[in-house]
């Protein structure tokens, strides 16, 4: 008896270490690289810092606030079919707080929080990005833009957030809510636990004889459409010809007239000539006008 107990004691001397998670702090190691961009060689990445500008409209800062959001595999287990999600799906402040995200990350994957929607003139691709590789802690500020919207907080590795890890953020009153948060708000495409795979593959099998068994859409007989007029592509039609005439009989005349002139000098004779066109086009139908003034009776 003594014996295994002392065997179970060294037992768990030895796994006391393996399943203590030790959380890795990467705020006192970051790197500013500028922009509010900071990062370390272990994975911690914060993008987006603002700690001091205030966005347009914001007067002052309203609050000042922290929160602490977990991510983790665990926090998925109250939502059936989801494998990642954070501990919190819904946030809420005022618009113009100075908002502090201490991020913690408890699994041995990378995980993001990450905001979208931000104004661009201040944070860089218009986010703001926490970022923990392995179980560790890491955090970020920003300040909040003023006006009531509702943002999309998520974790951008590929497949976290369709597997769960998202949730809204709302400004003011935020203006509605985003679809398929976990515990918030329906899910876009609902999964069915309901069935199992037998009844689904008997179902696909008894959808797909039905639809062979459907008689072949009837075949409607085209009408032949009357041949259309067919064009004239005759090079020289009555136009051209006329043209041409046109072109033969002045070329002479055009030679005599602007021989000796450069380009220059024959395109601002022409521009002359058009307007001198144009002003007695003018002084013509005012002439008209007038005749027609005296002809009236008066009343």
Not at 117 to 143: C, N, Q, R, V
Not at 224 to 240: C, K
Request: charged content about 20%; some cysteine; aromatic content about 8%.
């Amino acid at each position: 008896m003594v014996k295994l107990l002392s065997v179970g004691l060294l037992l768990a001397a030895f796994s006391a270490p393996i399943m203590a998670v030790d959380y890795e702090d990467h705020d006192g190691m970051l790197m500013d690289h500028g922009d509010g961009h900071l990062m370390d060689m272990a994975g911690g990445m914060v993008m987006g810092q603002n700690t001091d500008t205030l966005p347009g409209g914001c007067d002052s800062i309203s609050e000042t606030k922290e929160i602490t959001v977990h991510a983790g595999h665990k926090y998925a287990e109250k939502f059936p079919g989801r494998m990642y999600a954070f501990d919190t799906q819904e946030f809420n402040f005022k618009p113009c707080t100075k908002l502090t995200v201490h991020f913690i990350n408890e699994d041995h994957v990378r995980h993001q929080w990450m905001m979208h929607g931000l104004p661009k003139y201040l944070y860089p691709k218009g986010m703001f990005h926490l970022e923990a590789s392995g179980p560790s802690k890491i955090s970020g500020t920003l300040i909040l833009p003023p006006g009531d919207k509702t943002y999309l907080v998520h974790c951008d590795i590929a497949q976290h957030m369709e597997k769960g890890m998202k949730a809204q953020l709302k400004v003011g009153k935020g203006d509605g809510d985003l679809p398929s948060i976990p515990g918030v708000t329906a899910p876009v495409v609902a999964d069915d636990y309901k069935s199992t795979l037998p009844e689904l593959a008997v179902k696909a099998q008894l959808e797909a004889k039905a639809e062979a068994a459907k008689p072949p859409a009837p075949v409607v007989a085209k009408t032949a459409t009357p041949a259309a007029a067919p064009e004239d592509d005759s090079l020289f039609t009555g136009t051209t010809v006329i043209g041409l005439a046109i072109g033969l009989l002045a070329a002479p005349f055009l030679a005599r007239k602007f021989k000796g002139m450069t380009v220059a000098e024959v395109v601002a004779y022409c521009f002359e000539l058009l307007s001198q066109g144009i002003a007695y086009i003018v002084k013509l139908l005012s002439g008209l006008l007038s005749k027609k003034k005296n002809v009236l009776p008066n009343k």
